[in-house]
């Protein structure tokens, strides 16, 4: 049995790919406080929802509340865990440390940092053991979080990295596919022609950076003849130091990540 503290983005995100790749729902159990949030969860996933004493029969209790709520959640799951219950916490920035301050001793516990792609089977995920965890508990949840996507084992002191490269990393993605739509329909194009052509395009992009023999500077210099259309682009895109604001905006996520 699966429980799911939190019924948000990220928590029902993890659900539903689940769901998809082959879990019954009968086998996932959600607790939130918000009863509206709770229902609608019921009534896409089909998930049963119960009391916060339900994580009791729980082998994989994951905690997918926001970073603030996390030692309350713990607070309140910690006297129904069963000493076998592997904790795993999807919270940026919350250490194993802080997490096993709040657990009965011993408890296992399993730091991931998974992104919202797990929703539709491509999600990115890393992974950090706590010392009290068995290699079937590790095992185990390394095939949970495959089943929406890739799980790679890191070292916690990379966690921030992580959190600022594959955690937040599809935002980025997405601001950059609504500037190209709202570029295409200032170019002319419907608003509807210009997100299909963006969608694909990011698709087709990342198909090919998965299943073409070649990095992404080689995939990009392919498509950049001397003095052609795509370089005009670049060169502004240069100008306008958008590599510096990624690098920029890379440390101040996985800066953040470590304030939390």
């Not at 498509?223 to 690098?247: I, M, Q």
Request: proline share 5%.
């Amino acid at each position: 049995m699966i429980s799911v503290i939190g019924a948000g983005a990220m928590g029902e995100a993890l659900m539903a790919g689940w769901i998809a790749a082959g879990t019954s729902p009968d086998e996932i159990v959600a607790v939130d406080q918000d009863t509206d949030r709770l229902a609608r969860l019921r009534e896409r996933r089909g998930v049963r929802s119960v009391e916060v004493s339900g994580v009791s029969v729980a082998e994989v209790v994951v905690v997918a509340v926001k970073p603030h709520h996390v030692a309350t959640a713990l607070t309140d799951i910690a006297p129904h865990l069963g000493p076998e219950a592997v904790v795993v916490s999807v919270a940026a920035g919350v250490t194993l440390a802080r997490l096993t301050e709040v657990l009965p001793e011993g408890q296992p516990v399993i730091r991931v940092m998974p992104n919202t792609p797990a929703l539709v089977g491509r999600g990115v995920a890393g992974l950090a053991a706590g010392p009290t965890v068995t290699p079937e508990q590790i095992a185990r949840v390394v095939a949970m979080m495959e089943a929406v996507g890739i799980c790679v084992e890191l070292p916690e002191s990379q966690f921030d990295a992580l959190t600022a490269i594959s955690g937040s990393g599809p935002a980025y993605l997405f601001l950059i596919a609504e500037a190209m739509i709202e570029a295409g329909v200032h170019q002319g194009l419907g608003r509807d022609v210009a997100t299909r052509l963006v969608n694909g395009t990011f698709a087709g992009a990342a198909a090919m950076l998965e299943g073409v023999d070649a990095s992404a500077t080689e995939l990009r210099e392919r498509v950049t003849s001397p003095a052609g259309t795509t370089a005009a682009a670049l060169r502004v895109l240069d100008e306008r130091a958008v590599r510096a604001a990624f690098l920029a905006a890379v440390e101040a996520c996985a800066r953040r990540s470590s304030e939390l």
